[in-house]
């Protein structure tokens, strides 16, 4: 008896040990958790509401359809495209030339598609005429023609917008013009105490689907606390667009740089003197996709994905040897990024995630690094040790739930909008070409980086477009980190 009842207290133990650990475990995962779960009660809102669901027969939906032209009205002047390989020739009471308007269209006069296809493909074009910023508002539209429903007009409507673009920073001021001359090119000056430089893009080169960006600039390290540095920076991009939703880049960076690290990081990167070349691959897509017809801009998705692999060359580095300097080069160093975001739009919230995945086969300098603490999205929203920041590989995540963006005054062309969300961030990394004596445990082994939190997004519409973020953010050892940085969110 006396062992049964011993037995039934280690039953009993156990349970309660399982129990606890449980518990732990949930509440350490309870916001991605709570993330995933409302994500699957939306969607089976969606799937089960009717009102939400297209109406229409599917033979209808699946109806084959040629387009008999394309109309492009800009600013209530009109266009008329029919011929395929003749363009319509931009008046004088314009600015935007027509073939701007063409140069976003996945679509042509005389093409034979499926209707259902057709309205996504025009859902698609008016999110990029839109996203351009080179438009105040767009509306395409579907004509059938009476003497024969298989033959159809698209009427696509724009009025030109606001095209000169102000913004900058906490000690520097961007100025420039979208558009030019009406054919997608545009410049921009920046000037401050720690940014001076010039951009030029041409997205219509020769007028063709192939661009061209050019920049040059300096800057240096004022308000960085990890590296004293002064850069040059030139650089040139030459793509070609596939499709207005598909693009191949390739981009040649040449640097200058003359940097020093503190002692903490002096071992993790390539630095002082010396020039760097950097060649870099891209193939971007972007995506829409409408869940009902009849409330397109209520319920969507939209991400992209891009994939970019990189050779990079540093040379003229200097070592000390016997009190004389050797100098040295290094390369081909490669690296390879891959990049997606995915986000469900709706009229009351959004939801989604980014993620990138990044590896190289040899250290790299400061700014080649990724810094897993304050970088481009995605990154860590909570504070994370020095020695762990930039991992040499890494995969991270970062789910966000939305609020909209609510106006909160708009006064001529200044529009002041916010939107509030949370998040959750997790990042597995590895450390294999730095070296320190004070995280010899993580050389060579996997570990996580995790934040979850809150933040508000708030800024300026177009034209100014300039937004910035504020987050709270805790990690698994409750530690929190106030982030303010700027940016719009993916």
């Known amino acids: 008896m006396q062992k049964f009842i011993f037995n039934l207290n280690k039953i009993s133990l156990k349970i309660k040990n399982s129990s606890n650990n449980f518990i732990k475990c949930f509440k350490r995962k309870r916001f991605i958790f709570i993330i995933i779960f409302t994500f699957l009660i939306f969607l089976l809102f969606i799937i089960f509401n009717e009102d939400l669901l297209a109406s229409e027969k599917i033979e209808e939906s699946y109806k084959i359809v040629t387009i008999n032209k394309i109309r492009i009205i800009i600013n209530e002047e009109i266009y008329d495209w029919e011929n395929l390989h003749i363009f319509p020739k931009k008046r004088p009471t314009n600015y935007t030339d027509p073939l701007t308007i063409i140069s976003f269209l996945s679509i042509k006069p005389k093409q034979t598609i499926k209707l259902n296809i057709l309205e996504q493909k025009i859902f698609n074009i008016e999110k990029i005429l839109i996203s351009s910023a080179l438009f105040s508002s767009v509306c395409i539209d579907i004509i059938e023609l009476s003497q024969d429903n298989n033959l159809v007009n698209i009427i696509v409507e724009v009025k030109e917008g606001f095209l000169y673009k102000f913004g900058g920073g906490s000690i520097y001021g961007i100025f420039g013009k979208n558009n030019l001359s009406g054919l997608r090119k545009s410049f921009t000056i920046t000037l401050g105490y720690n940014l001076n430089g010039i951009n030029y893009t041409d997205q219509l080169l020769f007028n063709t ?125 490669y690296s390879i990024n891959i990049k997606n975001s995915f986000l469900f739009e709706s009229k009351y919230f959004s939801i989604g995630f980014i993620s990138q995945l990044s590896t190289s086969t040899y250290k790299l300098d400061y700014f080649n690094s990724k810094n897993m603490s304050l970088s481009e999205e995605p990154f860590v929203r909570s504070p994370v040790d020095i020695n762990l920041t930039f991992p040499d590989n890494f995969f991270i995540t970062s789910f966000e739930i939305r609020s909209p963006f609510i106006k909160l005054f708009n006064i001529n062309f200044l529009a002041f909008e916010l939107s509030v969300f949370s998040f959750y961030d997790i990042a597995i990394c590895k450390i294999l070409y730095k070296y320190s004596n004070s995280f010899n445990l993580y050389l060579n082994n996997p570990y996580y980086l995790h934040a979850f939190g809150i933040g508000i997004r708030f800024g300026f519409a177009q034209p100014v477009n300039t937004y910035f973020t504020l987050t709270f953010g805790i990690n698994k050892d409750n530690n929190w980190k106030l982030i303010f940085y700027s940016g719009k969110g993916f």
């Open 209 to 333: 689907n192939f661009f061209l960006d050019f920049s040059l600039y300096y800057k240096n390290s004022f308000g960085f606390k990890e590296i004293s540095f002064n850069r040059i920076d030139l650089n040139l991009s030459l793509g070609y667009r596939i499709t207005p939703f598909f693009e191949i880049i390739l981009n040649s960076l040449v640097k200058f740089q003359n940097s020093n690290l503190i002692n903490e990081l002096s071992n993790f990167f390539i630095q002082g003197s010396f020039y760097s070349i950097e060649e870099t691959l891209s193939f971007n897509y972007i995506y829409y996709f409408f869940i009902n017809k009849n409330k397109k801009n209520d319920f969507y998705f939209r991400g992209y994905l891009k994939f970019y692999p990189s050779l990079i060359y540093f040379y003229n580095l200097k070592f000390e040897d016997s009190f004389q300097f050797i100098n040295y080069n290094i390369g081909p160093i």
